[in-house]
């Protein structure tokens, strides 16, 4: 009987002849690789599918099997994502006579291109933000290519870290509440729907707590630049550039720079735009922290009320979701919208929002 392989209309395994006998020849076998060079000079390669049978192929029918086994070899590999030509994803929760079933926040995970957006920083904190919000709450929804595809970009995103050393800060926040999160669905196994086997998540955990190991024992690499530096600009530009930010904690770090921009970073008139900015009047009222002097200690304040009220968050680049044709995309790259004037349709989606787009 002939050997079927995973699609029955292929030809099955390709067999090369040596000197030791046939050997079965892998697809992408480096070993391999000069014996698939000289087959392409043959007109004819002899294929044996069975322990009798041999059967005779022309070039165009290897080549077309070898493309197919490489497909699904691709498709195999664990550490693959999943790539689409598509860029976006149309966003329904029911069925309708032109669709069937919805679409699930793992299908959407799969679909937008998260790989590549790391790679940009504008979205780069927008994509870690999300990820870590799936990991609090959501992670147990993914599907098993969703979940394959989120610890792949995970790892993506840890090697940049620790290349380009940007914003750890963010990063070592995300494997903090997966480790928590993973731990917890450890635990707990038979009580919550894991996808996977359960030694497959141990072995996750333990990735985990490697990187943060990593992590926690990365040294920033000292710049060296004898142009002109952060230091030298005058003081009223440091101070412009301290109000530009939006987190307290980057504008701690910044003040352990040097002296001069820890003077800067205690101002109080600069912690009480940042409480203004981010909660309302009736918020910071019910929880003033007077100082020593009888002022209001502004910088407290603001840590105070980030324990109560969620903070604004801003980002260089978000998701869009497009309400006339109800498609989620990246605005660089577009989206096939039928609307007379697609501006107006645009709505820029939070991490949160994205999140509760997919609930039903």
């Known amino acids: 009987m002939p050997f079927l392989g995973q699609d029955w209309r292929s030809p099955g395994w390709r067999w090369v002849k040596t000197e030791d006998g046939w050997k079965r020849c892998e697809p992408f076998s480096p070993a391999l690789e000069d014996g698939n060079n000289q087959l392409n000079d043959i007109s004819h390669t002899v294929i044996i599918t069975g322990d009798d049978e041999k059967d005779v192929y022309s070039n165009e029918d290897c080549e ?141 955990l333990e990735t985990i707590l490697l990187w943060q190991q990593q992590l926690k024992n990365l040294q920033m690499n000292k710049q060296v630049n004898n142009g002109l530096t952060l230091s030298d600009l005058p003081l009223h530009m440091l101070n412009n550039i301290l109000y530009r930010f939006s987190d307290g904690w980057d504008i701690i770090t910044l003040g352990q720079v040097t002296p001069t921009l820890y003077m800067l970073s205690e101002d109080r008139q600069l912690w009480k735009k940042l409480c203004q900015y981010h909660f309302a009047e009736k918020q910071f009222c019910r929880h003033l922290i007077p100082s020593e002097k009888g002022h209001i200690d502004w910088k407290l304040m603001y840590f105070a009320l980030q324990k109560y009220y969620p903070i604004k968050e801003q980002y260089g680049d978000t998701l869009h979701f497009c309400r006339h044709c109800s498609i989620l995309f990246w605005k660089d790259t577009g989206h096939p919208c039928t609307a007379s004037d697609p501006n107006t349709c645009l709505m820029p989606v939070s991490p949160q929002h994205f999140i509760d787009l997919f609930k039903f």
């Open 64 to 204: 077309f099997a070898a493309k197919k086994r490489k497909k699904d070899h691709f498709r195999s590999n664990t550490d693959s994502q999943c790539f689409y030509r598509e860029k976006w994803i149309y966003v329904h929760k029911e069925s309708t006579k032109e669709r069937h079933g919805y679409c699930t926040l793992g299908e959407a995970f799969n679909r937008l291109d998260f790989s590549s957006a790391i790679q940009d920083i504008r979205r780069f904190n927008y994509v870690v933000k999300l990820l870590q919000l799936i990991a609090k709450s959501q992670l147990t929804s993914l599907s098993g290519a969703a979940q394959k595809n989120y610890f792949n970009i995970l790892d993506k995103i840890v090697r940049k870290v620790m290349e380009d050393q940007y914003n750890p800060r963010l990063i070592k926040d995300l494997l903090q509440d997966l480790s928590s999160t993973l731990c917890i669905l450890i635990r707990g196994v038979g009580k919550s729907v894991l996808v996977g086997n359960i030694n497959i998540w141990i072995c996750r």
